[in-house]
């Protein structure tokens, strides 16, 4: 979200808790429909939502009436159908790799605040855990949940927990911290962000 020049605010525990609320009466069927095409047709279908699109190259970014981002996937640029919402929520970053572990603490520090945030409003998630957990879950998908393998070497997704949204036709929401690349090893400056994500579900494997 935000431009190449201008990166994402941070939202506060309490501004998630506002948009999650905004979220509750969303038609989830018609999200992952997907949109018309860019002119009056989006605007009236953001418009449904309280949505207000931004920019529609490849994806579809909107502000949502509290004045959140989000931003709407499909796959490979396509309008429909819709594989997942997700919505900037937090972010940290060093100069100095030396500092890598300080944004993991960081990170450490701020999960629970914005984890309990999300539960506040959608109850207890279905799972919560760490990025080293025996039991990490693999049906979220490949974007959100990477293999082993790679998880344990990136130490990414650092943290994440999942919801079951009772949403007719179903929906999981899931609050993700990943590191990006070289955080966890210190080959690169450190810097970690945490997105809120819905997908459909269940998740067919040709939305994955």
Sequence with gaps: MGTPFEPPVDR???????????????????VWNGP???GQGLDEWCAQFGWTPTQFEYVLNV???????????????????VESLSYWV?????????????????ADRVWPLYRDAVSS?????????AWDSDAF???????AVPRAEARLKQKRPYRIAYWE??????????????????????????VVNMTLRVYPRPLE???R
Excluded: K, Y
Aim: hydrophobic share 40%.
């Design 12 to 30: 506060t525990p309490q501004e998630l808790v506002t948009e999650l609320r905004g979220l509750a009466d969303v038609h989830w069927e018609t």
């Design 36 to 38: 018309p095409l860019p």
């Design 63 to 81: 502000v949502t009436r509290t004045g959140g981002e989000m931003t709407l996937d499909a796959v490979g640029g396509s309008w429909a159908p």
């Design 90 to 106: 937090w972010g940290e970053s060093t100069v100095d790799p030396e500092d890598n572990h300080l944004v993991l603490a960081e």
């Design 121 to 129: 409003v959608l109850g207890a998630p279905a799972w919560d855990g």
């Design 137 to 143: 879950p693999a049906e979220l998908g490949a974007f």
């Design 165 to 190: 949204l009772a949403a007719p036709g179903g929906a999981l929401a899931s609050l993700t911290i990943a590191p990006g690349t070289g955080t966890a090893d210190g080959s690169r400056r450190g």
């Design 205 to 207: 494997a040709g939305r």
